[in-house]
């Protein structure tokens, strides 16, 4: 399995056989890559892509998963001719600055996965999005599975039932929480059940997906938090922020609080927008060592603008105890982005 960004070490994005390639496999494929390279420009992701691709080769393998890295038309995990299956999961806005600024114009970019004769799994998308992947799709002869129409992944009576033209399933919820999660579940039984391959149950009950609403147990944030519930997410987009803000109505009736930090390339205000009330106020930080972050400053006007109460800190202890403040019996979730999860991951996990 092939997916970015990693949170706490670059292994994270090169997997073998389930379990993170090895530091001298992973230093092996990386120098070969640069001297085959020669010093000719190459991105960051271009020349990792290539060496996760050096290190596949030569591991045996059933299938290789690829998550793209930013949108798919020119993306460099796009390579391969005859992949066996393709996957859309939902289009929102972000990344405008390189994929556009309309999700029309996203999706275009998203689409440009699809190939002749090769499925592709589609999750439900607006009419703006779907008549774009659709379009692709009859023009370049690519077979398409669509929720609703194709598939169908919805809850019933605590239980997850699932079903497409092979028959019904009734399975475990996902042990990912959030109703969103059972979309991207049906998403994923719906490849398996293309490919003949899985099993279903597994499937929804063994994924792992750090920083994805995660509660924290162990680290001196989770001391420092007491018996206050301490959860990680690092979705950075309005689509996530609601996501979210569902997820969290779902659990448990308590005073919730954010602490927060943004990148500069994301829509801070949209995000927390999304939020809705789902949080009390938020403690806002930067991210430490990312030069593209929001000031603590920054992110505070952006939750206050979109009508949050919200506060500057100058780190996440600070931040977390201002969050704790006032006796909160309840839960703090600390949210905004991939880079802020993979560094209270890395140093206070």
Same mark, same amino acid.
């Given at each position: ?44 992701? +271009?020349? &990792?892509? @290539? *060496? ?5 080769? =030569? !591991?045996? #393998?059933?299938?290789?998963? %690829? ?56 999750? +439900?998308? &607006?009419? @703006? *999005? ?5 379009? =692709? !799709?009859? #023009?370049?002869?690519?077979? %398409? ?61 063994? *994924? ?142």
């Amino acid at each position: 399995a092939y997916t970015s960004p990693h949170l706490a070490r670059f292994h994270e994005r090169i997997r073998i056989s389930g379990a993170l390639i090895e530091e001298p496999a992973l230093a092996d494929v990386l120098a070969e890559c640069e001297e085959v390279n020669g010093g000719a420009p190459i991105t960051y992701f +271009e020349i &990792t892509t @290539a *060496a996760a691709f050096l290190a596949f080769s =030569r !591991a045996q #393998a059933d299938y290789t998963l %690829l998550e793209v890295g930013l949108g798919g038309r020119v993306d460099a995990t796009n390579v391969i001719d005859a992949p066996a299956l393709c996957v859309i999961t939902p289009i929102s806005l972000d990344h405008q600055a390189f994929l556009g600024d309309t999700v029309a114009e996203i999706a275009a970019e998203k689409a440009g996965i699809l190939k002749r004769d090769v499925t592709c799994v589609v999750t +439900e998308q &607006t009419d @703006a *999005a779907m008549a774009v992947i659709e379009a =692709r !799709a009859n #023009a370049v002869g690519a077979p %398409l599975l669509i929720q609703n129409r194709d598939w169908q992944a919805w809850e019933e009576r605590g239980r997850l039932v699932y079903q497409d033209a092979f028959g019904l399933g009734d399975l475990p919820l996902p042990n990912l929480i959030g109703a969103h999660q059972i979309t991207n579940a049906g998403a994923a039984l719906c490849s398996l059940r293309q490919l003949g391959r899985g099993n279903m149950d597994a499937a929804v009950t063994q *994924a792992h997906w750090p920083a994805r609403l995660q509660r924290l147990r162990e680290g001196p944030l989770v001391d420092q938090a007491g018996t206050v519930e301490l959860w990680l997410d690092g979705g950075h987009n309005p689509a996530a922020a609601k996501a979210l803000a569902e997820a969290l109505g779902r659990l448990p009736a308590r005073p919730t609080r954010m602490v927060a930090g943004l990148l500069k390339t994301k829509d801070a205000r949209g995000y927390f927008s999304g939020l809705g009330a789902a949080v009390e106020r938020v403690e806002a930080v930067s991210i430490p060592g990312e030069s593209a972050t929001f000031t603590a400053q920054e992110t505070t006007d952006a939750a206050r603008a979109a009508g949050l109460r919200a506060a500057p800190h100058a780190g996440l202890e600070e931040a977390l105890a201002a969050a704790l403040a006032d006796g909160l019996a309840g839960r703090v979730i600390i949210a905004g982005s991939l880079y802020l999860a993979g560094a209270v991951l890395r140093d206070h996990g």
